[in-house]
């Protein structure tokens, strides 16, 4: 592996750049080659470019890449339309490391195919290799929305986008990501030292990292590796324990154990939250766990210094607004509640959780059609979550996902 590429797109998991022209084209994404062949004329521009075509796939089955690049170059000055020729032409650039050529090869074959996922992810991953790293994340995402048709290359573009999200500051979503290597059993360096950069939260690439903090990345990733295939193993806790007793002062890593242990030990968690506050006292996520801990436990005086302090340091987290929003409706200042929660609802409308906490502020103020309203979007809004979320054992979020039914008041919990 080259430190400098992080991982090496497309030869992690043994996927030669090559066996994407097999994979993208095999699920009818492109046309076929145009033109007659050499037996079926001897003269003419369309028998020119059959002649470099076959001479093209002829070196590079040869392994001569250098003169099927220039074969290949022919044909499209004398047919540009061809599409399989340009893909074919930027796999082979891309497996030079010519990613600068590559790049407007494969945008070429996308915009006649613009939904060729394969496409996508080896634009992305081009991006990627010349550091530009917004647009190899925003390619890599969409051809993960449209579904890649080869595990393997779905592999390697889940892998470069969870980096690049624990790079842009997504650290939930790229542990999200990241966790599925660990049910696979998939634990190579690479996959250990991501998840570890995800679990500190640390805006890097890997091979970004400082070099000092290599053995807390990989203690942590380790950690988080267990925790995502078990985080009730005894296993997972006793490498955070591991790591919190090696790094006691490093910002991430108490909050990393609390949030590992709080379903099934939340005063330990607290504990772990409390220790983060000390080495990192800015650090509203931990305040906003201590926060809706507190809730669960009836003690909202208690959660609203935590709650206000985490909503002044992130005015504009959704979950900040949220959590401070549920605080004060359970001390029965409904009227700045209601500012809070509407907050919210305008950073994350997409986000159910602060319906239903709208729903109860509108019953309480009398407001029974917009309490209506509210319940019907929160309750739309919650089944597309579960479906997105299906089987999965989230440990990134803030606001617990099992809220209760808000058509009713009485009774309800944060």
């Keep these: 592996m080259r430190r400098g590429a992080g991982l090496r797109p497309l030869f992690v998991l043994g996927v030669p750049a090559a066996v994407l022209a097999v994979a993208s084209f095999a699920h009818g994404q492109a046309a076929s080659r145009p033109g007659p062949s050499p037996a079926q004329a001897t003269t003419g521009p369309a028998a020119a470019a059959a002649r470099e075509a076959t001479l093209a796939a002829a070196a590079r089955a040869a392994g001569r890449l250098d003169e099927a690049i220039a074969h290949y170059q022919k044909a499209l000055q004398i047919d540009p339309s061809w599409i399989p020729g340009r893909w074919e032409l930027g796999t082979i650039l891309y ?36 550091k530009d790293y917004d647009r190899a994340l925003g390619h890599l995402d969409d051809a993960r929305k449209i579904g890649i048709p080869s595990d393997e290359v779905a592999s390697v573009a889940d892998f470069h986008t969870a980096i690049l999200l624990s790079r842009a500051g997504n650290y939930e979503g790229a542990f999200d990501i990241l966790r599925n290597f660990a049910n696979l059993g998939k634990d190579t360096p690479a996959i250990i030292e991501a998840i570890g950069i995800s679990q500190l939260r640390l805006p890097y690439l890997p091979s970004e990292a400082p070099a000092e903090k290599h053995e807390m990345i990989v203690m942590a990733g380790r950690a988080g590796y267990l925790m995502a295939q078990d985080r009730r193993s005894a296993a997972a806790r006793g490498a955070f324990e591991e790591l919190v007793s090696r790094f006691p002062g490093e ?164």
């Design 95 to 130: 497996d030079l490391d010519r990613y600068a050529e590559a790049r407007p090869a494969i945008r070429s074959v996308l915009a006649a195919q613009p939904k060729n996922s394969i496409a996508l992810a080896l634009l992305g991953l081009c991006e990627f290799q010349l």
């Design 251 to 414: 910002p991430n890593v108490h909050y990393a154990f609390g949030t590992c242990i709080l379903p099934e030990d939340p005063d330990r968690a607290l504990d772990e939250y409390q220790r983060e506050l000390k080495a990192s006292p800015t650090h509203y996520l931990a305040m906003l766990r201590i926060a809706v801990e507190q809730l669960k436990r009836s003690n909202p005086q208690a959660a609203l210094p935590y709650a206000q302090k985490a909503q002044e340091l992130a005015p504009n987290f959704f979950a900040a607004r949220l959590v401070l929003g549920r605080v004060l409706l359970e001390t029965g200042d409904v009227e700045h509640a209601q500012a809070e929660l509407e907050k919210a609802a305008s950073i994350a409308p997409e986000s159910p959780e602060v319906y239903f906490s709208l729903a109860r502020v509108y019953q309480k103020q009398g407001r029974e059609a917009l309490a209506k309203e509210m319940r019907s979007k929160f309750l739309v809004l919650e089944k597309q979550q579960q479906e997105r979320t299906k089987g999965a054992d989230s440990v990134g979020g803030i606001v617990p996902p099992d809220s209760p039914d808000p058509s009713t008041d009485k009774g309800a919990k944060p």
